[in-house]
């Protein structure tokens, strides 16, 4: 079975300084991750997906991930932080087929002025 | 841009009672999904629906859960008897095909407390 971990519950940085969140992933085969942000009182918003190519996958507000896969990691980065970037993210991933997309237990980000 | 709405945003229930939660994926899309989420924590699966029957449901989706797909257009999800425990936000997603590939599109979520 797929699972995601997200060690930090917590992440803290200040506005204008790199930001990374972390995500590692257990799956058979190929994995297809995704990351989704989550602010307060809504629902989850896509961000981005790695499926397969360059490691380095592009996403919505200026967010990054990168897929390594001797690591199983897929950390999700921001050259330069916004406050408007604190919120909830959450990490996923699917096994192949239709089986559901498994969420990590998401990580708080809190960007600091 | 096409979005997916649930309904209602917020509904307090006697514990006991029969709760209805809707959705109206996108139009266009073929696979529904219902998620739940406890106090703002780890967002977790309950059942996905294609072809008008489900395809998958995790250990949370037992008997006193249900859905269906009544009219080509709302997607529902009823609890029968709820429990304190039911108490949760429950997010409606859909996507337009299958395989591994395509991300989910949430909706706002109902908040079901149950007292």
């Known amino acids: 079975a797929q699972s995601v971990a997200q060690p930090e519950d917590q992440v803290n940085v200040a506005e204008g300084n790199p930001l990374t969140v972390k995500c590692t992933y257990s799956?058979?085969?190929?994995?297809?991750l995704f990351w989704y942000v989550q602010y307060p009182n809504r629902g989850l918003q896509f961000l981005l997906k790695?499926?397969?190519?360059?490691?380095l996958v592009k996403g919505s507000y200026g967010f990054e991930a990168e897929f390594n896969k001797s690591q199983t990691s897929f950390h999700l980065k921001k050259p330069s932080a916004l406050v408007s970037d604190s919120a909830l993210y959450f990490c996923?991933?699917?096994?192949?087929?239709?089986?559901?997309?498994?969420f990590g237990k998401g990580t708080r980000l809190s960007v600091i002025a | 841009e096409p979005e997916v709405t649930q309904t209602p945003s917020h509904q307090v229930t006697q514990m006991g009672q029969e709760v209805i939660l809707r959705c109206v994926p996108i139009?266009?899309?073929?696979?529904f999904y219902w998620y739940r989420q406890i106090l703002g924590q780890k967002v977790e699966f309950l059942v996905s629906?294609?072809?008008?029957?489900?395809?998958?449901k995790s250990e949370i989706f037992d008997d006193q859960f249900s859905v269906e797909r009544p009219d080509g257009s709302n997607f529902t999800l009823k609890i029968r008897s709820t429990k304190l425990e039911d108490s949760a936000m429950y997010f409606c997603?859909?996507?337009?095909?299958?395989?591994?590939?395509?991300?989910?599109?949430f909706g706002e979520g109902s908040r079901l407390t149950v007292l």
């Open positions: 629906f294609y072809n008008n029957e489900i395809s998958e």
């Open positions: 997603a859909s996507r337009p095909s299958g395989g591994p590939t395509g991300e989910l599109f």
């Open positions: 799956v058979s085969g190929n994995p297809y």
């Open positions: 139009s266009n899309h073929l696979y």
């Open positions: 790695y499926i397969t190519g360059d490691n």
């Open positions: 996923a991933v699917r096994a192949s087929g239709n089986t559901p997309l498994v």
